[in-house]
């Protein structure tokens, strides 16, 4: 089956300590996201890479840690400088606008982890 | 700043019923709008879309209008089932990988 996995689905952290939060896909896509959810928000961009070792930030990068060194894992590690983790955390991954001919970008998202911190 | 404003964020119908979520957004360069499913501890399932060439799309029970004038487009469901129940996301697509994704609204189909 092609799809995204995110691994663990549930994870539990105490303050001052970083935790690294997997994502996986194989659905042969260049770019990954992560995003985060909060009740009653919408989903907020944290980082986002278009291609193998390079990544961008979005608009809550801060606290946040990423690598891509492969192009099917995008690693997010939440650092102890994030102030208020606890939150719920989806990868998604898409082709690249420029080689699927589309102006925009299909995203696929993951099941989700959820990080509580203790 | 970019926004999308989405209402409303609890929605009660009877089975069988229509519901219709709306969705308002600010960057008028926005050309695609997805709408997402998302049932409890899952992530997002991409349900419809529609891109600003075209006004109207419909797939089975589910259909999606977009007023480019306005800056509005909305999500309507037609002879909803209890598997209907969730939550709904509307996004607006800004380019260069962004989205912006609105507040969610919680749909529960009554039996």
């Known amino acids: 089956d092609g799809g995204i996995t995110q691994s663990p689905k549930y994870l539990f952290r105490k303050e001052g300590q970083n935790v690294t939060l997997s994502c996986e896909q194989n659905?042969?896509?260049?770019?990954m996201y992560w995003y985060r959810q909060d009740p009653g928000q919408g989903l907020r961009l944290i980082y986002y890479?278009?291609?193998?070792?390079?990544?961008q930030k979005g608009d809550i990068a801060e606290g946040y840690s990423v690598s891509r060194e492969k192009k099917e894992s995008f690693p997010l590690t939440v650092t102890s400088a994030q102030k208020n983790p606890t939150a719920f955390y989806l990868c998604a991954s898409s082709i690249v606008p420029a080689r699927s001919g589309s102006s925009y970008n299909e995203q696929f998202f993951g099941p989700g982890t959820r990080l509580t911190v203790l | 700043g970019e926004n999308v404003e989405q209402h409303p964020s609890t929605l009660s119908v009877q089975e069988g019923d229509s519901a219709v979520i709306k969705c308002t957004y600010s960057?008028?360069?926005?050309?695609?709008f997805p709408w997402y499913k998302q049932e409890l501890g899952k992530g997002p399932q991409l349900i419809i879309d529609i891109r600003s060439n075209v006004g109207e799309k419909k797939d089975q029970r589910i259909a999606v209008t977009l007023n480019k004038t306005a800056k509005h487009f909305s999500l309507h469901i037609t002879e909803t089932q209890p598997e209907d129940s969730a939550v709904y996301f509307c996004?607006?697509?800004?380019?260069?990988?962004?989205?912006?994704f609105g507040t969610g609204t919680r749909l529960k189909v009554l039996a």
């Open positions: 659905l042969n896509h260049d770019a």
């Open positions: 960057d008028s360069a926005s050309n695609y």
């Open positions: 996004a607006a697509y800004l380019g260069t990988y962004k989205y912006i």
């Open positions: 890479s278009q291609i193998v070792n390079d990544f």
